[in-house]
C-alpha cells in the first residue's frame, strides 16, 4: 500500500485563526514533507522531517510549525493564517533508504481557503 | 536555489498523437530528475525517472536526458484521454541535498 493520506481535503479558515493539517502514511516511510502549492506555480518545499528532526525552509521558517508525533503521522500548523495562506497542500512521505533516487510519494491534498 | 522551467504551459494533442514535454534545469549535477502527474483533485503521483545521461523508456513514455544542455524531456507515444493531466518535472537537487524542486508543470490535454 502506497497510500498517504490528508485530512481534510478541504478547509476554510477566517484571517488571523490557526489552521492545522494533518498526515498520515503506512509505508513505515522515514522522511515526511509538506508543500504549499498555488494555481500556475511550482509545488513548494516548506519543511520535511526525517525521522523526529525538523529541517524547515529559511524563508518559510517562521510561518509554519510542524510536529511528528510518531512515524506514521505529521501535520502542519499555521498559528495565524493569512490571505496568502490560501493553497493547496501536499504532503509526501520517502524512504531515506533509496538515497537520492527514493521516489517521494503525494497525498491528495488539502486545498485551503483563507477569508 | 536550484531552477526548473518547464515548457509549453499547456499543450493540446489529438488522441493517438506523441505528445512531448520539456523541462531545463539550472544545476548539472543534480542527482535525479523525476516526471510526475496529477490528475484533477489527485496528489502528483510519480511517472518515470532517469538518473543517467541518455534515454529511458517503459511502455508509451520516454524519457531522454541531457546534462550538458541542462534539459530533460518526456515523449508520450500514443497519447490517450486519460493521459490529459498536468506533469511536473522535480529535481533532486546536488549530492547532499534531499529536496525535490518542481517546475510550474504542462497541462495536457489529449483530445478524443
Known amino acids: 500500500d502506497t497510500t498517504v493520506k490528508q485530512n481534510p481535503r478541504y478547509k476554510l479558515a477566517r484571517v488571523g485563526k490557526p489552521v492545522n493539517l494533518i498526515c498520515s502514511q503506512t509505508?513505515?516511510?522515514?522522511?515526511m514533507y509538506w508543500y504549499q502549492k498555488k494555481p500556475n506555480q511550482a509545488p513548494k518545499l516548506l519543511l520535511f522531517y526525517y525521522d523526529k528532526i525538523l529541517n524547515r525552509e529559511a524563508d518559510t521558517f517562521e510561518k509554519f510549525q510542524s510536529s511528528r508525533p510518531n512515524n506514521s503521522f505529521c501535520s502542519l500548523y499555521i498559528g495565524s493564517a493569512g490571505l496568502e495562506y490560501s493553497a493547496m497542500y501536499l504532503c509526501a512521505s520517502s524512504s531515506r533508504t533509496g538515497g537520492v533516487y527514493a521516489e517521494q510519494f503525494f497525498g491528495p491534498g488539502t486545498r485551503l481557503t483563507v477569508l | 536555489q536550484e531552477k526548473v522551467q518547464q515548457s509549453p504551459e499547456s499543450l493540446i494533442v489529438p488522441e493517438g498523437a506523441m505528445s512531448s514535454l520539456n523541462c531545463t534545469f539550472s544545476n548539472s549535477a543534480s542527482q535525479s530528475i523525476w516526471w510526475y502527474q496529477q490528475h484533477p483533485g489527485k496528489g502528483p503521483e510519480a511517472l518515470i525517472s532517469i538518473f543517467s545521461n541518455g534515454n529511458k523508456k517503459e511502455g508509451r513514455l520516454t524519457v531522454y536526458l541531457n546534462r550538458a544542455s541542462l534539459h530533460v524531456s518526456l515523449h508520450i507515444r500514443d497519447s490517450q484521454p486519460s493521459d490529459s493531466a498536468v506533469y511536473l518535472c522535480?529535481?533532486?537537487?546536488?549530492?547532499?541535498?534531499?529536496?525535490?524542486?518542481f517546475g510550474s508543470g504542462t497541462q495536457l490535454t489529449v483530445m478524443p
Open positions: 509505508m513505515n516511510h522515514d522522511t
Open positions: 522535480a529535481v533532486r537537487g546536488s549530492s547532499g541535498s534531499w529536496q525535490l524542486i
